[in-house]
C-alpha cells in the first residue's frame, strides 16, 4: 500500500515537473513569437555580407535565439529592434535586407571595416530613430530619401568614404537633432534647409569638399536648438552669414580654413553661450568686432590666418587666443 502511494506521488511530482518544463518552454518561446521569418532572412542576410562569421557564431540558420541569444540583436515585445555591434572588425557589406527589420529603432556598427554603399532600404524604415555608422569605410551617396524617416533623431556617417552632394530633404524629419557627415568626401553646397531647422543640434560637415556661401537663413525661424556648428575645413566662400548671431544657443562655431572674407559679423557678439569661434584660415578683413567682447564665457578664440587689422577688444576674454 505504502508503496502504491510512493509511485502515485512520484508520478505526480513528474508530471508537475514536466509541465513545469512545458510552461518554462513556451513563455520562453512567447518571448520571441513575435519575430517573423521575414526578420530572421533579413538578420541571416546582413549575416552574410560581412565576413567575420566567428564573431556572429550566434546567428545560427534555424533562427533560434534571435531575441535571447544573438549577438547585438535586442528585441522588444518579440520584434527586432536594435541592432548594435560597434567595434566588432566586421568587413564586408551591409544587406539591402536591413530594409525588411520593420520594427528597428536603432543601428550601431560603427567601429568597423564595413564598405560597400549605404543601404537605399534605410529610409523606408518607419521606425528608426538612430543611425550609428561612423568609422567606417562606406563609399558612394548618402540615400536621399533618409529624410522620409520621420522618427530619425541621430545621423551619424562621419569619417568614411562618402561622395556626392548632401541629400536635399533630411530636416523633414522634424525630430532630428544630430547629423555628422565630417571626414568625407562630400562636394556641392551647404543644404539651404538645415538653417531653418528648429530641430537640429548639432551640424557636422567639417572635412569635405564643400563650397559655395553659406545660407543666412539662420534667423528666419524663431529657433534656439543648434548648438554645435562645424563646417571647418571645406572650400565655404563670401561672407559669414550676419543671422548666426539669432542662434542664441551657439557654444561651438567652427568654419576655419575655408575661402571666407568680408568682415567679422558683430552679430555674432550676440551668441552669449558661445564657447569656441574659429575662424582661423580664411580670408577675413577688418577689425574683430568689439561687440566679441560681450561673450563671457568664451574660452577659445582663433582668427589666425586672416588679413584682419586694428586693435584687439580688450573684454575679450578668452584664455585660449589666436590671431589675426
Known amino acids: 500500500m505504502m508503496a502504491a502511494k510512493g509511485l502515485h506521488w512520484k508520478r505526480l511530482a513528474a508530471a508537475l515537473i514536466t509541465g513545469l518544463v512545458v510552461l518554462i518552454f513556451a513563455a520562453g518561446a512567447g518571448a520571441q513569437s513575435g519575430v517573423t521569418q521575414a526578420e530572421v532572412d533579413a538578420l541571416l542576410a546582413i549575416k552574410r ?24 540583436v535586442d528585441c522588444l515585445n518579440g520584434q527586432v ?28 556598427l560603427h567601429h568597423n571595416f564595413i564598405a560597400g ?11 528608426l530613430k538612430g543611425i550609428a555608422l561612423f568609422l567606417n569605410q562606406f563609399s558612394g551617396s548618402i540615400p536621399a530619401n533618409l529624410g522620409n524617416s520621420s522618427a530619425l533623431a541621430q545621423l551619424d556617417v562621419s569619417y568614411n568614404l562618402l561622395t556626392g552632394p548632401v541629400p536635399a530633404g533630411l530636416t523633414q524629419s522634424r525630430r532630428l537633432t544630430l547629423v555628422d557627415f565630417s571626414v568625407n568626401r562630400l562636394w556641392g553646397v551647404f543644404p539651404g534647409d538645415w538653417a531653418q531647422s528648429s530641430s537640429l543640434v548639432v551640424i557636422g560637415l567639417a572635412a569635405n569638399s564643400l563650397s559655395g556661401p553659406l545660407p543666412d537663413q539662420w534667423g528666419a525661424i524663431n529657433a534656439s536648438s543648434l548648438q554645435r556648428l562645424d563646417a571647418k575645413d571645406n572650400f565655404f566662400s563670401g561672407s559669414i552669414p550676419r543671422s548666426l548671431g539669432a542662434r542664441a544657443a551657439l557654444t561651438e ?3 576655419s580654413n575655408n575661402q ?3 568682415a567679422i559679423p558683430e552679430e555674432l557678439g550676440q551668441l552669449a553661450q558661445l564657447t569656441v569661434l574659429d575662424l582661423a584660415g ?9 561687440a566679441l567682447g560681450n561673450l563671457s564665457v568664451l574660452a577659445e578664440a582663433d ?22
Do not use: H, M, Y
Not at 560597434?86 to 550601431?108: F, M
Open 49 to 72: 555580407g560581412f565576413q567575420s562569421p566567428s564573431i556572429l557564431a550566434s546567428w545560427n540558420e534555424s533562427g533560434a535565439g534571435v531575441c535571447t541569444s544573438w549577438l547585438g
Open 81 to 108: 529592434t536594435g541592432l548594435s555591434l560597434p567595434g566588432k572588425a566586421l568587413r564586408g557589406v551591409l544587406a539591402e535586407d536591413i530594409g525588411n527589420l520593420t520594427s528597428l529603432r536603432k543601428l550601431s
Open 117 to 127: 554603399s549605404l543601404p537605399q532600404s534605410l529610409g523606408t524604415l518607419p521606425a
Open 253 to 255: 562655431l567652427r568654419l
Open 260 to 262: 571666407l572674407d568680408g
Open 282 to 290: 580664411n580670408q577675413l578683413t577688418g577689425e574683430v568686432p568689439a
Open 303 to 324: 582668427f589666425s590666418g586672416n588679413a584682419l587689422s586694428g586693435a584687439i577688444p580688450a573684454s575679450l576674454g578668452a584664455t585660449n587666443f589666436r590671431c589675426c
